[in-house]
């Protein structure tokens, strides 16, 4: 199978960044359809300037990206890459720009020439996964920050992109924002199929990926599954990042010397270890 | 050094869409206390927290901040602005000037002080929250990464000196370390000023590190009041109104039902939890 993300020795310097400094170093990345890849990192780590990247707002400085085979430095195939390759954003008050719930679904896609009535197919489709076909009529701007955050996401899925890539998309959301968010994406990948590339700081909702890469100055400081990378407790939190309280309790009590299984993720593993 | 009396804030009173935002709040809050307040969104925070420094006045009720109520005609005159810094939701939003150090001195500049005092005002807030003087004073604040452009919004804050400092969400949007960090500062400048805290956080890890005395907001009304202790031991209340206790207070309480050892329904801390594991261990070997 091919990979639908292929990023090939990819450097990137911003405009005036100081002589050699790297917002992103010689990275590699192949991301496979259908995979939930979660980029971990501080601010900083380039995380934010790869999902840029990524849909072709900002041009590599050195090696190649390719959506789906399209290299995004290929003028001509910006919008094809866009369709391939939905993005969704930290704040969702700047992604929605109807005042009814189903006409800023609709945007999207009525922007491609979806004819209807295929358009109001897509319209009611997105808004089942998102799980808010209640609010088609309501206005966006009373909805919860989750809520909206659900719009967004459906707006991009009215497109029916192949490749979903989210850039901290619970960052400004409360709780109950974030968990809504962590289920919608579940649902993205395992029923809908959509690959997802989301990128965060926030370790609880990484712990459902299949791979998790943490970014640090612009490389790879570690890669693997989610229980791989948290039991590797010490680096993470030298990289300024969190783990589960449950991953560093069993990796505190492995080191005083009890012999218990030190990679796990969940409140309900650590009381079966103890 | 704060008296809540009665305080009930209704939008609309007798209309149709009379809605209670606060409902019959009675408190104190006394002078070095470090208050942790949470609650759901909507839960009244934001509404709670604009009372104490008079930006909003209640329906009914007072609030009184060292001898001066807010509803006074007067209160803005007699400092109640200056008395209790109010740090908004991503601060750093409202950062307006061309420089670092005319930014934070906006406030004192404001209340009349001399240009070196001010000077002497803006060393300090820097100080606190961990700012270099030298090295940012001026500098443009929109070039300064996130988490620099929030403590020098939090500096523009303490430069009026308040006696009782209030922080909304400071740490929301930042990374673990900047999130660490800010409360590291936060954490300090409540040990070195003695100054009156009051945090309003989603993160209930956050909130049991830090504070001496957590209030809960459910709908409006205050619903607990108390030690960490006393609040996470009671985690299917706090269930009800949609918050939930850290991970670690819930690992250890599963591991005293299934094992029937003396472990307290409230640890708080990872470490805390591997002492408490430890010495069971040991007792019951």
New interface residues.
Partial sequence: MDPIIQIEHLDYMYEGAPEGKKALDDLSIEVYPGEFVAVLG???SGKSTLAKLLNGLILPTNGEIRIAGMNTKDEERLWDIRRTCGMVF?NPDNQIIATVVEEDIAFGPENLGVPMPELKERVDRALAIVEMEEYRKHAPHLL??GQKQRIAIAGILAMDPQVVIMDEPT??L????REEIIGTIATLNRTEKKTVLLIT?Y?DEVVEADRVIVLEEGRIALQGTPREVFSRVEEMKRL???V???T??AW??AR?G?DLQADILT?EE??AQ? | MIEIKNLNYIYHPGSPYEKYALRDINLQIRKGEFIGLIGHTGSGKSTFVQHLNGLMKPTLGTVNVSGISTTDADAAKRGLRQKVGLVFQYPEHQLFEETVAKDIAFGPQNLGLSEEETEVRVREAMDMVGLSFEKLHDRSPFELSGGQKRRVAIAGVLAMKPEVLILDEPTAGLDPRGRDEILDEISALYESQGITIILVSHSMEDIARLATRILVLDKGQVVMDGDAREIYREEEALNAIGLDIPDITKAMKQVAEKTGWDIPPNVLTVQEAVDVYLRERKNHA
């Avoid at chain 1, 409360?174 to 924002?177: K, L, S, Y």
Wanted: glycine share 14%; hydrophobic share 40%.
């Fill in positions: 501080h601010n900083g930290q919860s920050g960052a400004m409360d709780p109950q924002g700081h370790m300024g990042l969190d589960p309280q449950a560093e309790m505190e009590l005083q009890i409140v650590l009381v103890l």
